[in-house]
């Protein structure tokens, strides 16, 4: 079945610089890759999603990029803020639900 | 709409008890899911339901743990007996369709089996 690595497992940035998750998958069957957030204490949120027909998704300070070659994706946060502190989760299609990478803490000190 | 609802919020049981966890997935979703999260093992997949009808159980950790789905609108998660490592937070999630579209989570069930 589907294999979801993501790394890092925690990521410290100051306030205004960028943050970048990365996560490979194994399935190259696989055709949808979303990420979500989780803030501490709260349910997983999708917060962007990209198919396998695209190579770059965007928006605002956000933005996912896919290698299907590689079987690679990853998140790209700009101008990071306080409340961009959170933990984050990778996701890709296994068979017909969603697997999910272990996670990403990130914190953003301002 | 309220989104999916999950109850109790927490539980706290004693090794040996048995545990019933609830979930209402949002009306018109045809798809539920039951996710387990650990610091250790991160958002593993335990069951899915498509239309009421289980499609892949195999994440199920054993016997101990059963789910159904008598209706559209409602779910269990029952643990038989609880085992100190069935300590986590469980979440039931619900989507229009099977793949590929967005899940809603609901606010996770909190289980602590002392």
């Known amino acids: 079945g589907e294999n979801v690595e993501q790394h890092p497992s925690t990521l410290s940035v100051q306030e205004g610089d960028s943050a970048v998750i990365k996560c490979t998958y194994s399935?190259?069957?696989?055709?949808?890759f979303p990420w979500y957030k989780q803030e501490l204490g709260k349910r997983p949120q999708l917060i962007i999603d990209?198919?396998?027909?695209?190579g770059e998704k965007k928006d605002q300070r956000i933005a996912v990029t896919l290698n299907k070659t590689a079987k690679h994706f990853s998140l790209h946060i700009t101008e990071t803020q306080p409340e961009d502190s959170a933990v984050y989760f990778c996701?890709?299609?296994?068979?017909?639900?969603?697997?999910f990478g272990k996670g990403t803490t990130l914190s953003v000190s301002s | 709409d309220a989104g999916v609802i999950q109850s109790p919020r927490h539980e706290v049981t004693e090794m040996g008890q048995e545990v019933t966890l609830r979930c209402k997935p949002i009306?018109?979703?045809?798809?539920l899911f039951w996710y387990r999260q650990t610091m250790m093992r991160g958002l593993e997949l335990l069951i899915y339901f498509n239309n009421n009808v289980p499609i892949d159980d195999s994440g199920m950790p054993e016997d101990r743990f059963s789910a159904k789905m008598p209706n559209a609108s409602f779910s269990t998660l029952k643990i038989q007996p609880s085992e100190p490592r069935d300590s986590a937070v469980y979440f039931c999630a619900s989507s229009f369709s099977m793949a590929n579209e967005k899940l809603f989570f609901g606010s996770g069930t909190q289980l602590s089996v002392l």
């Open positions: 990209i198919r396998s027909n695209v």
């Open positions: 009306s018109g979703h045809n798809s």
């Open positions: 399935d190259s069957a696989s055709n949808y």
């Open positions: 996701a890709a299609i296994g068979g017909t639900a969603l697997i």
